[in-house]
């Protein structure tokens, strides 16, 4: 699973070919413009592709008419994020038509996919790199080849190697993620994830402390560990509990730690402990659930049963206080019938969480649950996301009540100018609250106290520390 060996310094980004893109494009006031579809996964990585650019003297556009390279980090995990890719990409030729230096390059989960690589490639002539998440660090390469008049094509099937000290453009504020394993050995039978991210591999504890070190010195305030499953980390002998108290006593300076994504099969004792005992590690937990059907778990490969499930729920509540769950709901997945539905509709009353991201299930070619028998029909998956969309908006609001009189702490994230201008900013549960005050709190944390709420938003007002 952590295959030191595999853990080299950046191959890819060599110097050499830094500097020889520096030469080409340094000085001549070349932009970039990134659109990133998908997860936090493909955010990070669409930062780290900002920060090779950087490297080779380009700086970022505001807007893709001003680009000279445009890229687009695409997402695969339903059908919708993939036809949108094709669309987005056929609007640019008219861009290519005003300047016809300009270079258009489509990567990420999507181009992982072969097929669907090629048959973008083969239809959009005026694409002029496309390549897949295992090759993101041998972009700089890529783009030389380009240069030199190249259309390039590079989706390989071998994992990605876990490559260090890339650099990384990071989205300005106060909070930032840090990558602690790339894949997934799951294999949910609906999911394209493990198909487009390979096998799980997780970096070594040293190499991510030294970068929350360093993220911590900069200035971020709140650093989210990322992975598809961070309860499967496994590297120099430290699971992921371990890592986390690593983390927590070698940065102290960090004030909030966060993490995301849970699988509930292995989220273990020592988690809960975990989150219970370190001050600087966050009271939330992404917990998606998917089913509350047993039947449709099973089908769904996941691995526990929405008792287990239950449980895990009490434990967190019983162990850590304040604790909030959010979680992913997918509805009409092959076979759904009527009672599973409500069986999911059940669980979400009795778990009482404070957001939730629900989906209608989206055929993935190449996954198990594609092949199944009983596809749900389109108006029945629609209705079921409704339905269970209206079970939500009223338990996520109910589940505020407690937080009438509720005094903490929040980071502030910014303002927002919507009606009177309010401050907003989260509690360490991820609690969004808003609170009156002057701009320059932006960027600080604030104690305050909840007066009310308004659906999964709680309002209330600053009071001194
Ligand atoms: N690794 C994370 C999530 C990855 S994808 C995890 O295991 O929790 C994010 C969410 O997209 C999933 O939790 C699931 O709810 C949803 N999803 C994945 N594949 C889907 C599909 N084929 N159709 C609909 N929703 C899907
Ligand atoms: Fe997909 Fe399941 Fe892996 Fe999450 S754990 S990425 S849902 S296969
Ligand atoms: Fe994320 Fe979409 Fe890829 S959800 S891992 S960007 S398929």
Same mark, same amino acid.
């Given at each position: 699973?952590?295959?030191?060996?595999?853990?080299?310094?950046?191959?890819?980004?060599?110097?050499?070919?830094?500097?020889?893109?520096?030469?080409?494009?340094?000085?001549?006031?070349?932009?970039?413009?990134?659109?990133?579809?998908?997860?936090?996964?493909?955010?990070?990585?669409?930062?780290? #592709?900002?920060?090779?650019?950087?490297?080779?003297?380009?700086?970022?556009?505001?807007?893709?008419?001003?680009?000279?390279?445009?890229?687009?980090?695409?997402?695969?995990?339903?059908?919708?994020?993939?036809?949108?890719?094709?669309?987005?990409?056929?609007?640019?030729?008219?861009?290519?038509?005003?300047?016809?230096?300009?270079? #258009?390059?489509?990567?990420?989960?999507?181009?992982?996919?072969?097929?669907?690589?090629?048959?973008?490639?083969?239809?959009?002539?005026?694409?002029?790199?496309?390549?897949?998440?295992?090759?993101?660090?041998?972009?700089?390469?890529? #783009?030389?080849?380009?240069?030199?008049?190249?259309?390039?094509?590079?989706?390989?099937?071998?994992?990605?190697?876990?490559?260090?000290?890339?650099?990384?453009?990071?989205?300005?504020?106060?909070?930032?993620?840090?990558?602690?394993?790339?894949?997934?050995?799951?294999?949910?039978?609906?999911?394209?994830?493990?198909?487009?991210?390979?096998?799980?591999?997780?970096?070594?504890?040293?190499?991510?402390?030294?970068?929350?070190?360093?993220?911590?010195?900069?200035?971020?305030?709140?650093?989210?560990? #990322?992975?598809?499953?961070?309860?499967?980390?496994?590297?120099?002998?430290?699971?992921?509990?371990?890592?986390?108290?690593?983390?927590?006593?070698?940065?102290?300076?960090?004030?909030?730690?966060?993490?995301?994504?849970?699988?509930?099969?292995?989220?273990?004792?020592?988690?809960?402990?975990?989150?219970?005992?370190?001050?600087?590690?966050?009271?939330?937990?992404?917990?998606?659930?998917?089913?509350?059907?047993?039947?449709?778990?099973?089908?769904?490969?996941?691995?526990?049963?929405?008792?287990?499930?239950?449980?895990?729920?009490?434990?967190?509540?019983?162990?850590?206080?304040?604790?909030?769950?959010?979680?992913?709901?997918?509805?009409?997945?092959?076979?759904?019938?009527?009672?599973?539905?409500?069986?999911?509709?059940?669980?979400?009353?009795?778990?009482?969480?404070?957001?939730?991201?629900?989906?209608?299930?989206?055929?993935?070619?190449?996954?198990?649950?594609?092949?199944?028998?009983?596809?749900?029909?389109?108006?029945?998956?629609?209705?079921?996301?409704?339905?269970?969309?209206?079970?939500?908006?009223?338990?996520?609001?109910?589940?505020?009540?407690?937080?009438?009189?509720?005094?903490?702490?929040?980071?502030?994230?910014?303002?927002?100018?919507?009606?009177?201008?309010?401050?907003?900013?989260?509690?360490?549960?991820?609690?969004?609250?808003?609170?009156?005050?002057?701009?320059?709190?932006?960027?600080?944390?604030?104690?305050?106290?909840?007066?009310?709420?308004?659906?999964?938003?709680?309002?209330?007002?600053?009071?001194?520390?």
């Amino acid at each position: 699973m952590c295959d030191n060996t595999s853990t080299k310094p950046c191959e890819g980004f060599s110097m050499d070919t830094v500097n020889e893109l520096r030469k080409r494009v340094g000085g001549l006031g070349l932009k970039y413009f990134i659109e990133t579809y998908g997860c936090q996964m493909n955010e990070h990585d669409s930062e780290k #592709l900002a920060g090779m650019l950087r490297e080779c003297g380009y700086t970022k556009a505001e807007t893709k008419g001003e680009a000279d390279l445009i890229l687009f980090n695409t997402c695969c995990v339903r059908e919708h994020a993939e036809k949108r890719t094709f669309g987005n990409v056929g609007f640019i030729k008219e861009l290519k038509a005003e300047n016809p230096r300009l270079i #258009l390059g489509v990567c990420g989960c999507m181009m992982q996919q072969k097929e669907v690589a090629k048959k973008l490639f083969d239809r959009f002539p005026f694409v002029d790199l496309v390549f897949g998440t295992h090759e993101l660090s041998r972009f700089p390469q890529m #783009l030389l080849e380009v240069l030199d008049e190249a259309r390039v094509f590079q989706v390989t099937e071998s994992d990605g190697e876990v490559v260090e000290g890339l650099p990384v453009e990071r989205t300005e504020g106060f909070s930032t993620f840090v990558n602690i394993m790339y894949g997934c050995n799951n294999f949910c039978t609906y999911c394209i994830v493990p198909y487009v991210r390979g096998r799980e591999r997780s970096r070594r504890p040293a190499d991510i402390v030294n970068e929350v070190s360093k993220v911590v010195a900069a200035g971020y305030k709140e650093i989210t560990l #990322l992975g598809q499953n961070v309860n499967s980390y496994s590297c120099d002998g430290l699971d992921f509990p371990a890592l986390l108290r690593l983390v927590c006593s070698e940065v102290p300076q960090l004030k909030r730690l966060r993490f995301m994504t849970s699988h509930p099969k292995d989220l273990s004792d020592g988690l809960i402990k975990a989150m219970s005992e370190l001050d600087n590690l966050c009271k939330h937990i992404h917990l998606p659930v998917q089913s509350g059907s047993d039947r449709i778990l099973k089908a769904m490969n996941r691995r526990y049963t929405s008792g287990a499930y239950l449980e895990l729920v009490d434990k967190l509540r019983s162990a850590v206080a304040n604790v909030e769950i959010t979680t992913d709901i997918i509805v009409g997945f092959p076979g759904e019938t009527e009672e599973d539905f409500e069986a999911t509709c059940e669980l979400v009353r009795k778990v009482g969480y404070s957001n939730a991201y629900t989906f209608a299930y989206s055929p993935r070619a190449g996954t198990i649950a594609a092949r199944m028998e009983d596809q749900i029909p389109e108006e029945v998956k629609k209705r079921r996301l409704n339905q269970l969309n209206a079970v939500l908006a009223e338990t996520i609001p109910s589940n505020n009540d407690k937080y009438i009189g509720f005094e903490g702490e929040i980071l502030v994230e910014g303002v927002d100018h919507r009606g009177e201008p309010l401050l907003f900013g989260k509690l360490s549960n991820f609690k969004m609250v808003y609170v009156e005050g002057d701009e320059s709190l932006v960027g600080s944390f604030l104690n305050v106290k909840v007066d009310g709420y308004r659906f999964n938003s709680l309002f209330g007002h600053i009071i001194q520390g």
